[in-house]
């Protein structure tokens, strides 16, 4: 049973940073596609970034794009999220997830979730 726990959330003036951080468990973790999707109060879950088993290949939400970079260390068997120049939109609970398979930017093509983290940025 894969289990992902998030880590780094917190609350931020807007323009700053945070850097999110997702241990994995319990399976190969080489062989999944990770991703981060995140979801704010009343609006469904939404994609934010993916990046694929070996870590060459990422995709992100247009929103996010330039601000934040994904990347996983398969030795560790963590995937992070560096979130930059961050803006009161980002507030949202950001969510770590699994797929056994190739990388996909919908929720519910996805295996394994956490439990999710908490993003307050302040105007």
């Known amino acids: 049973q894969v289990q992902l726990v998030e880590s780094g959330g917190g609350l931020v003036q807007a323009g700053g940073s945070l850097r999110l951080s997702c241990a994995f468990s319990?399976?190969?973790?080489?062989?999944?596609?990770m991703g981060w999707f995140c979801q704010a109060p009343g609006k469904e879950r939404e994609f934010v970034a993916v990046?694929?088993?070996?870590?060459?290949?990422?995709s992100y939400a247009d929103s996010v794009k330039g601000r934040f970079t994904i990347s996983r260390d398969n030795a560790k068997n963590t995937v992070s999220l560096q979130m930059n120049s961050l803006k009161p939109e980002d507030t949202a609970v950001y969510y770590c997830?699994?797929?056994?398979?190739?990388?996909?930017?919908?929720?519910?093509?996805?295996?394994?979730w956490g439990q999710g983290t908490q993003v307050t940025v302040s105007s």
């Open positions: 319990g399976r190969t973790f080489s062989g999944y596609t």
């Open positions: 997830a699994a797929r056994w398979g190739p990388y996909s930017e919908a929720p519910d093509r996805y295996d394994y």
């Open positions: 990046v694929n088993w070996s870590g060459g290949t990422t």
